[in-house]
């Protein structure tokens, strides 16, 4: 049986052992700059969980069907006990592991292609969990638990799932690792730039780390990694690697911000851990929540578009 997958294509081989080498070379830097400042330790911490986190899931998505799908599934599900963690509902199974079922099956749907289960499932549990405090018989903070349970499956059972979507396509694989590439770069461009020098904060009560000069300037930089790397994407048209810049740069940083809003309101600046470094597996794929669902539509238009020329 066959088990390597994406291993036995070289350009996912060339891909990850890039992406290994620049976590090499940028970790020197901050690991001699780390005590310089609060700044670069905080750099530095952060670094070190995709330092252990990125090879572990690059190893497993490179793996034959189904693994890279359950491995999107168990991160979802990961992220989603943090975010319940977070908004201090973990310890209400019934509702809590209604969440969770409803996200298994929304992976299970994909995989298995049914679809109008998949679309249907969102108003399905939105009427399920409004039946949990009839069998309660309780009305206290129920309504909260239950708004707090639909955007938990939302975000990770919903939106983050369309991962599992791009999956399902040839060569997926590199779809998803080109997305992530760019998110990421983009990503570190504008919180380091905007905390050495940024200067005009545009949303500062909600994101006080991010600058409209480390936009712009991780907007530019984002593109242009976006061409420079457009062999990993399984199609060679210019529309393609744009779409996926922009996208990258332009919806990345919503779900970081989202995540940011929903923290500062309840009074909770960060989660446990689940990996090395700083933050947890929620701050590893906050960018994917917006990113994921408009950047599988995007290919999706692009493939019937350039099908019907």
Known sequence: MQIWGAWLDPVYQQTVLGVI?????LGSILFILRKKNQNMKTAWLIYLSWFFAAPVVC???GLSDPIPHLSITLIAILAMREFFQMTGIYEDYIFVWTTYIFLSI????????HYYVYNLLPMLLFGLLFQIPLLKNEFKNMLQKTSL???AFLFFGWAFLHMGFILKWENGIRYILYIVILTEFYDTIILSWSKLYGKINYIEKIAPRRSLEGLFLGLALTMLLAR???????????AYWIAAGLIA????GLGDISMGVIRRDIGVKDVGAYVFGRG????RVDRLIFVAPIY???IVILRDYYIFQ
């Open 21 to 25: 080498a620049y976590l090499s070379v």
């Open 59 to 61: 190893l497993f998505l």
């Open 249 to 252: 740069s332009l919806i990345g």
């Open 296 to 298: 599988y539509y995007t």
């Open 149 to 151: 349970c639909i955007v």
């Open 280 to 283: 947890g597996v929620i701050d």
């Open 228 to 238: 420079g790397i457009r062999n990993i994407l399984p199609v060679d048209h210019d």
């Open 106 to 113: 929304a992976s299970a749907a994909i995989y298995l292609e």
